[in-house]
């Protein structure tokens, strides 16, 4: 969101408006000059050069503030730009009264401030400033210096000028009439995308009910393993006992884990401060106890130090979600490189699998599984990178297999705001 200083209007800011203020007030006033000399060279029209000419060095004068004005940090409120309007209807005002008044051809120019203030100001002060210019019209009507000029050369003038207000019309015309159609294609995306986000956000939603309920109702039966575990484990021979080591990890694992989920709803804290390298061999440790028959390799590709992360504590489950994606791709070892880039954690996962089609589906169609799964741990993961500001971007090795690379904003783990605008899913 921008601060309301510098809301886009019609896609421009309020800089931006200052240059469209600047460069339209240049043409107009190159504008001006040249049909000043074509009527008093061509046409033999004696003009008042002095008023006129003081008027556009003025007018000059106002553009090259408006110039050094739009390059300035502070944006153009809209009272400052009401301002710049009215001082345009000023000196064309001027202009006029010294060439006919409301006779003049080339009155119309007065539409032009009003149509700028239509596309840049709130709706009072765009009423205001074509109130100006009506009445900047109607006074002209009775304040005006006629033209001197050769009387059969009159209807000649009065012919050009309609040609010229009607070509300045159509270029009006067209401008706004593409502008708007422009604008309202763009927001038609946004409002798409908005929509697709939603329904992803309202996804996510649905699945955290489902885990906290999920969550609450095997607590009782995790116990009651560990305990016929233990049971078990008394009695055992040495034949099984190292099976029921092994179940006891797996459960102690599963408890772990609910007590993070229990601590996310919380706004707890996941972990302690730790570098980086450090964060990336915990967590393959951890996946390790979990997949035991998974060879899995980390790699610190960085030679500067890692920095000091906090990681949220959905990051752990997101991360193993994709270390299993790629452990089930195709059996084998897995390769875990990390190293700090532009600011981000960058985590590649490197795996022998079929590429990446698979995975791309499975995070764009959520509860289909290939694997007998629920089908939602790839989209999990990576609605929940996007929402610290991350990417997961998808690529197909030269050698066979998929690279998936995570990309977290350094800030998104040391407590800082994340970056929303970063897309979620590339390939």
């Not at 739009?70 to 202009?95: C, G, N, W, Y």
């Not at 700028?116 to 019209?137: D, K, V």
């Not at 699945?207 to 009782?220: K, Q, R």
């Amino acid at each position: 969101m921008q601060s309301t200083n510098n809301n886009p209007v019609w896609g421009l800011s309020r800089r931006d408006a200052l240059d469209r203020i600047f460069w339209l007030r240049g043409a107009l006033m190159s504008g001006v000059l040249l049909l000043m000399l074509w009527a008093d060279l061509g046409l033999d029209v004696k003009l008042p050069w002095l008023p006129m000419t003081t008027t556009l060095l003025l007018m000059a004068a106002l553009n090259s503030f408006t110039f050094w004005r739009s390059r300035q940090v502070d944006p153009a409120k809209p009272a400052e730009l009401f301002v710049h309007l009215m001082a345009d209807i000023t000196a064309l005002s001027v202009l006029l009264l010294y060439t006919g008044g409301w006779a003049n051809p080339f009155v119309s120019l007065l539409l032009l401030p009003v149509v700028l203030a239509a596309l840049l100001l709130p709706s009072l002060m765009a009423w205001a400033t074509g109130l100006l210019a009506i009445a900047a019209y109607s006074l002209l009507a009775y304040i005006n210096i006629p033209l001197s000029m050769p009387p059969e050369k009159a209807f000649y003038l009065h012919i050009s000028g309609m040609w010229f207000n009607f070509a300045v019309s159509v270029g009006v015309v067209v401008f706004m009439v593409l502008r708007l159609r422009n604008l309202l294609r763009d927001r038609e995306h946004q409002l798409a995308s908005y929509r697709e986000e939603n329904l992803r956000n309202e996804q996510v939603v649905a699945v955290a009910l489902t885990a906290a309920g999920a969550a609450h109702e095997l607590g009782t039966p995790l116990s009651t393993l560990a305990v016929l575990n233990e049971s078990l484990l008394a009695d055992a021979d040495e034949k099984i006992r190292e099976d029921l080591e092994l179940m006891r990890t797996q459960i102690e694992r599963c408890r772990v884990l609910l007590r993070d989920l229990s601590r996310t709803a919380q706004a707890a804290a996941a972990s302690e401060h730790m570098p980086a390298n450090r964060y990336m061999e915990k967590l393959a440790e951890e996946w390790r106890l979990l997949r035991p028959n998974v060879q899995a390799e980390t790699q610190w590709l960085d030679d500067q130090p890692a920095a000091s992360i906090l990681p949220p504590a959905n990051l752990d489950q997101s991360l193993i979600n994709l270390f299993n994606n790629a452990a089930d791709a195709a059996p084998g070892l897995v390769h875990i490189q990390g190293k700090l880039e532009n600011d981000n954690l960058r985590i590649d996962i490197l795996d022998n699998g079929p590429g990446p089609a698979p995975a791309l589906r499975a995070m764009a169609e959520p509860g289909r599984s290939t694997k007998g799964g629920l089908g939602l741990g790839l989209f999990l993961s990576n609605a929940t990178i996007e929402n610290l500001g991350g990417q997961v971007t998808l690529t197909e090795r030269e050698a066979g297999g998929t690279c998936v690379s995570v990309w977290l904003p350094l800030r998104s783990l040391q407590g800082g705001p994340s970056h929303q605008e970063q897309p979620g899913l590339r390939a």
